[in-house]
């Protein structure tokens, strides 16, 4: 089953994304095992948000257990994770992109 994992964080250094994130460096979430697709966010207040799509919720534990200290290594604060399981029959009645293939990077370690 599917899983949603919506990760925010706090940016108390006001780092920006742009720079820490440079679009080349964005390759690395093809080999994230299990992930269909990631969105960026943030918000006015400086929180910061990704919210991703994984094939199975062990694949989206072992990505928050580590991203969480990486992020906190970059200097992002208040790292949180909550997992959402897809509603799969509705989420296609509303044109949900549920379907994206996932990467196949390790996905037998998972």
Same mark, same amino acid.
């Given at each position: 089953?599917?899983?949603?994992?919506?990760?925010?964080?706090? %940016?108390?250094?006001?780092?920006?994304? %742009?720079?820490?994130?440079?679009?080349?460096?964005?390759?690395?979430?093809?080999?994230?095992?299990?992930?269909?697709?990631?969105?960026?966010?943030?918000?006015?207040?400086?929180?910061?948000?990704?919210?991703?799509?994984? %094939?199975?919720?062990?694949? +989206?534990?072992?990505?928050?257990?580590? +991203?969480?200290?990486?992020?906190?290594?970059?200097?992002?604060?208040?790292?949180?994770?909550?997992?959402? %399981?897809?509603?799969?029959?509705?989420?296609?009645?509303?044109?949900?992109?549920?379907?994206?293939? +996932?990467?196949?990077?390790?996905?037998?370690?998972?």
């Amino acid at each position: 089953m599917s899983v949603v994992l919506h990760i925010t964080f706090d %940016n108390p250094k006001n780092l920006d994304i %742009n720079e820490v994130f440079p679009i080349t460096s964005l390759k690395i979430f093809d080999t994230v095992p299990g992930l269909q697709w990631k969105i960026w966010g943030l918000s006015d207040e400086k929180v910061l948000t990704g919210i991703y799509l994984f %094939n199975s919720h062990k694949a +989206a534990e072992a990505y928050l257990k580590e +991203a969480s200290p990486y992020l906190s290594n970059l200097g992002y604060e208040n790292i949180k994770g909550v997992y959402y %399981n897809v509603h799969t029959y509705l989420s296609r009645g509303t044109k949900g992109p549920i379907d994206a293939p +996932a990467n196949p990077a390790h996905e037998e370690q998972l």
